[in-house]
C-alpha cells in the first residue's frame, strides 16, 4: 500500500467501533437460540450432497426453518434455531428420505447421525442435483445475480454449429452480447476482459476462438457452469464484473464410455470411465478426455478451388481421484489453438506486404493440481462440526503472434501464469451458525509484448512485465435469525512491483420474508491488477494483447450495490428482480497518440459507472418444460479520468463523457426447452436489444503528399484509401435487434449406444440485424451501407453416445 499504512487502518477501525456494538446487541437476544449439526451416512460412509432440512413438527412442512447440503465429508450444520421440537429430514438421490425429531435446547447444539438407505431412482441425477443445488442455496448463501447451468442445458438450446458454453452465458439476465459474430459478453455495463472465467477453479485468458465467434470448451466434457453477475464473495479477485466458472465432467460409470458430435463447423468427442470402487460405492478414479477440431479448412479445399487456410482444436483432460479418508486430488487441463496461415496471393492481393505469407495464432495451455481433504482437528479448533481444506496449484499460458509478410510486421503477447492457492472451510463454526472461509492466492506472472519488423531489425513496441499478485481473504456465512443470513468477508491484494495494495470488503444480507421469498442487500470492492489491450469500440475481438499492472499502469477498481428480490415457487421455479450499481475507475484504454520512445503513455485512463434493473424467470431443467425469461435494463458511462497524467505529464485533450459500446439500455432473452414424446427435444430462443452506440462517420478525405523533387502537392489520385472523418465518440446508435433461433432433435437407442441427430435454425426468420456500417463520401450523393450480422443460418448435427 503506497504511503502511510495509518490512513488504511483509520477506517477499518472506525468501522470496527460501529460495527462490533451493534453485533453485540443484535447477538444478545439470540443467546437463547439452539443449533444442531452431524454428519449423513450411507452404508458407514460419508454421503455428499445430501438435502438437510429443519422445520417444526406438523403437516405443513413447507414452513422451512432452516435448508442446507451436507459437505464432502458428509457433514452439515444448521445454527439460529428456535428453541423446542423440530424435524430434520434428509434426502439424496438414490436413498430413501429419512425424517428424525429432535428438541433443541437454548444455547446448545444437537448432534445427529442420520442413516439413508439406498433405493434406486429412475431419475437422472444430474437434473436431480441441479433442482436441489439451486433451492439449497438460496436457502444457505446470500447471493445475488447467481445463476447455474448444467451441460445438458447447454446441450439442449439451439445452437450456431454446436453447443456454445460461452454462448448459453449470453443469454442471461444482466448479460449483453455485443453482436452475432462474437461469444464474448459484456456484465453490468463492465468492459468484456472485466470477466473471470474459470475452468475447474484455473484462470482462461481467452476463452474464444476465431476472433470471438466460438467458445473454447468442449461441450461433452462440461458438467456445467457457475456464473455471477455482480456481488460475488470475496473468494473471487482478479477482475471487475462476473465469474464464469466451467465444471469439468467426471465419469461415474465402470468401464469405458464416449460421446461423438459432428455438425457443419467440426468433430468433437470423448471418453471416459471409472476405475477401482471406494467403501460407499463411488468410483475410486474416474477419468473424461475430449477433443474438437474444425474442418472447414479441408471442407473449403474439397468442395471449391478456394482455400480456407483456418482451422482451431481443444483437448481437455480430467482426472479424479478419491483418497483415503474421504479426500480427492484432482487433474485438469485444456490446450487450445487456432491457426490461420497462408499467402496473399491466395487472396488475389500479391502486393500486400511484399506479397509474402501470413500468420495468426493464439491460444490457452493450462494445466492445474486441485486436492480436497477433510481436516477434523483443524475443525474442531474453531468448534466447527467439520473442516475442508482446498490447496490448488496451476500453470496458465495465454499467446499470440500476428505475422505479416513473413516478418515484415509482427505483433507478439505472451502471458505465462503459475498460481498456488489455498482454502481452509469451516462448516458449523463457533457454536453451529457459521460457515467461514480463510485463503491465500499467490500469483507469479511472466508478460512479453512486442511489435515491430523482423526483416527490418526495427523495433515499433517493447514490453517486459513480472509482476506478481498476492491475496489473502476471509469469508463468514452466519444465520443469527432463521429469517436472517449475513456473508461478510475482505479480499486484501497487493502487487509488489506496482508498489500498490487494496483491501476492498464484501457483504451481502438476506431476510427471509417468507420461506419462498426473501429481499438480499449486496455490495462490495473489486480490483483487477491485468487487463486486455482492447478498444471496446471494435465489435469482433480479433486480438487479446494482456498486460499486467506496473508504475505506469494502475490495476482498476469497482465498486457493486446490489438490491434483489427472489421468489420460489416450488424447488423448479422463481423470479429474480435485481436493481445494481456500479462505479469503475482507472480502466486502460489504448491511446492512440502515444509515442513509442516514451514508456508509460500507452493507455489513458478512464472512469465510468452504470446502473440498471435484471429481471429473471426460471423454469428448472429436468421436467417437461424448461427454460427462462431474462430481461435488463442498463445504462452505462465511461469519461476520462479527471486530469489522468500521461507520461509526458499531458491531459486528456477530450473531456467529455461517452456511451461505451456496451452500453444497451434494453436486452430481452426468451428460451424454452420441450421434452416431448417419443424421445424428441424441442428449444426455442427470442432474443431482442435496443441499438448498441457507434462513431458515426461524418466524412473523408484523402491526404495529399508534398513532393520535395518537384516542389508540388499530388492531386490525391495516386490509389490512397480515403481517412474517415468521424463525429462525437459514440453519438450514434444501430439499430433494434431481435432474432428468433429454433433447435429440435430427436434421439435413437440401439443397443448401448444412442444416436440423436438435430436440427437448428438461427435466425429463423432472417432478419438482417445491423453490425456495421461502411461509408462512400466519394458517391454524389454519400452512401451509408449496413453490413449485416447472421442471415438464416441451418445447422444439422449428429450426437452419438455409448
Request: charged share 20%; proline share 6%.
Amino acid at each position: 500500500m503506497r504511503g502511510d499504512p495509518g490512513k488504511y487502518l483509520l477506517p477499518v477501525a472506525f468501522r470496527a467501533s460501529v460495527v462490533l456494538p451493534l453485533l453485540a446487541a443484535v447477538a444478545s437476544p439470540l443467546a437463547a437460540q439452539g443449533a444442531l449439526r452431524g454428519v449423513v451416512l450411507s452404508g458407514g460412509a460419508p454421503l455428499p450432497r445430501a438435502v438437510v432440512t429443519v422445520a417444526r413438527p406438523g403437516p405443513d412442512t413447507t414452513r422451512v426453518l432452516a435448508r442446507t447440503l451436507s459437505a464432502d465429508d458428509g457433514s452439515f450444520a444448521a445454527g439460529g434455531l428456535p428453541t423446542g421440537r423440530v424435524v430434520v429430514r434428509a434426502r439424496a438421490l438414490g436413498h430413501r428420505p429419512l425424517a428424525r425429531e429432535v428438541e433443541l435446547l437454548p444455547r446448545d447444539t444437537a448432534v445427529l447421525r442420520l442413516v439413508l438407505d439406498p433405493a434406486p431412482q429412475a431419475l437422472a441425477a444430474v437434473e436431480s442435483r441441479e433442482r436441489a443445488g439451486e433451492r439449497a442455496r438460496f436457502d444457505a448463501v446470500p447471493e445475488v445475480g447467481r445463476v447455474t447451468l448444467t451441460g445438458q442445458a447447454v446441450r439442449a438450446l439451439p445452437a450456431v454449429g454446436e453447443p456454445d458454453v460461452l454462448r448459453a452465458a449470453q443469454l442471461m439476465a444482466g448479460v449483453v452480447a455485443r453482436n452475432d459474430y462474437s461469444a464474448g459478453y459484456n456484465v453490468r455495463g463492465g468492459e468484456s476482459d472485466q470477466n473471470l472465467v474459470l475452468l475447474d477453479g484455473i484462470p482462461v485468458y481467452n476463452p474464444f476462438h476465431l476472433g470471438g465467434l466460438f467458445g473454447t470448451f468442449v461441450d461433452q466434457a462440461v458438467a456445467g457452469v457457475d456464473l455471477s453477475v455482480g456481488g460475488f464473495a470475496a473468494e473471487y479477485g482478479g477482475r471487475l464484473s462476473s465469474v464464469l466458472d466451467v465444471r469439468p465432467r467426471a465419469e461415474e460409470r465402470r468401464g469405458v464410455h464416449g460421446a461423438a458430435q459432428v455438425s457443419l463447423l467440426s468433430t468433437s468427442g470423448a471418453a471416459g470411465g471409472a476405475l477401482g470402487a471406494t467403501a460407499d460405492g463411488r468410483a475410486r478414479t474416474s477419468w473424461n478426455v475430449a477433443g474438437r477440431r474444425t474442418y472447414l479448412d479441408a471442407l473449403v479445399g474439397a468442395l471449391s478451388d478456394r482455400s480456407l487456410p483456418y482451422h482451431f482444436q481443444d483437448a481437455q483432460l480430467h482426472v479424479l481421484h478419491r483418497l483415503a479418508g474421504g479426500g480427492t486430488l484432482a487433474l485438469t487441463a485444456y490446450a487450445g489453438a487456432d491457426v490461420l496461415d497462408g499467402s496473399f496471393a491466395q487472396f488475389g492481393d500479391s502486393a500486400r506486404a511484399g506479397g509474402g505469407d501470413f500468420a495468426f495464432t493464439w491460444g490457452n495451455a493450462l494445466a492445474g493440481l486441485t486436492w480436497r481433504q477433510p481436516v477434523g482437528a483443524a475443525g474442531r479448533l474453531v468448534g466447527a462440526d467439520s473442516a475442508l481444506l482446498v490447496q490448488r496449484a496451476s500453470v496458465t499460458r495465454f499467446a499470440t503472434t500476428l505475422d505479416l509478410g513473413e516478418g515484415t510486421v509482427r505483433f507478439d503477447n505472451r502471458v505465462l501464469e503459475a498460481r498456488a492457492a489455498g482454502q481452509l472451510a469451516a462448516y458449523g463454526a463457533f457454536g453451529g451458525a457459521h460457515s467461514a472461509l480463510l485463503g491465500w492466492e499467490a500469483s507469479a506472472m511472466r508478460v512479453a509484448y512486442d511489435a515491430g519488423s523482423d526483416a527490418s531489425a526495427a523495433a515499433l513496441f517493447r514490453l517486459r512485465q513480472s509482476p506478481t499478485v498476492l491475496a489473502a481473504y476471509v469469508d463468514d456465512t452466519w444465520r443469527p435469525h432463521p429469517r436472517l443470513l449475513a456473508r461478510v468477508g475482505a479480499r486484501v491484494e497487493a502487487v509488489p512491483q506496482a508498489n500498490w495494495g487494496a483491501l476492498s470488503p464484501r457483504a451481502s444480507v438476506r431476510w427471509f420474508a417468507t420461506p419462498d421469498l426473501a429481499i438480499t442487500l449486496a455490495g462490495g470492492q473489486y480490483t483487477q491488477p491485468v487487463h486486455a489491450v482492447r478498444n471496446e469500440d471494435v465489435p469482433v475481438r480479433i486480438f487479446d494483447f494482456w498486460v499486467g499492472a506496473d508504475r505506469w499502469i494502475r490495476p482498476s477498481r469497482a465498486t457493486h450495490l446490489v438490491l434483489g428480490a427472489e421468489r420460489w415457487a416450488g424447488v423448479r421455479s422463481f423470479v429474480r428482480v435485481e436493481g445494481w450499481g456500479e462505479r469503475f475507475a482507472d480502466i486502460p484504454e489504448p491511446n492512440d497518440g502515444d509515442d513509442p520512445a516514451v514508456r508509460g503513455d500507452e493507455f489513458n485512463a478512464l472512469a465510468g459507472h452504470a446502473y440498471g434493473v435484471d429481471v429473471l424467470l426460471r423454469r428448472l431443467e429436468g421436467g417437461t418444460v424448461g427454460g427462462w425469461v431474462a430481461y435488463g435494463y442498463a445504462v452505462s458511462v465511461r469519461s476520462p479520468a479527471a486530469g489522468a497524467p500521461t507520461a509526458s505529464g499531458a491531459t486528456f485533450l477530450r473531456t467529455g463523457a461517452f456511451w461505451p459500446a456496451q452500453d444497451r439500455r434494453h436486452n430481452l432473452n426468451v428460451v424454452g426447452t420441450w421434452r416431448l414424446p417419443r424421445a424428441w427435444t424441442a428449444s426455442a430462443r427470442f432474443g431482442f436489444g435496443s441499438g448498441t452506440p457507434f462513431t458515426d462517420i461524418e466524412g473523408q478525405l484523402v491526404r495529399r503528399v508534398y513532393d520535395g523533387m518537384r516542389n508540388t502537392w499530388d492531386t490525391g489520385t495516386r490509389g490512397r484509401e480515403p481517412e474517415a472523418l468521424g463525429g462525437p465518440r459514440n453519438a450514434g446508435r444501430y439499430p433494434v435487434f431481435h432474432r428468433l433461433d429454433l433447435g429440435v432433435s430427436r434421439a435413437f437407442r440401439r443397443g448401448a449406444t444412442t444416436w440423436t441427430p438435430s436440427l437448428s435454425l438461427v435466425n429463423a426468420y432472417n432478419r438482417r440485424n445491423t453490425f456495421v456500417y461502411t461509408f462512400d463520401y466519394a458517391a454524389q450523393p454519400p452512401t451509408r451501407q449496413a453490413v449485416s450480422q447472421f442471415p438464416l443460418l441451418p445447422s444439422v448435427g449428429l450426437a452419438v453416445e455409448f
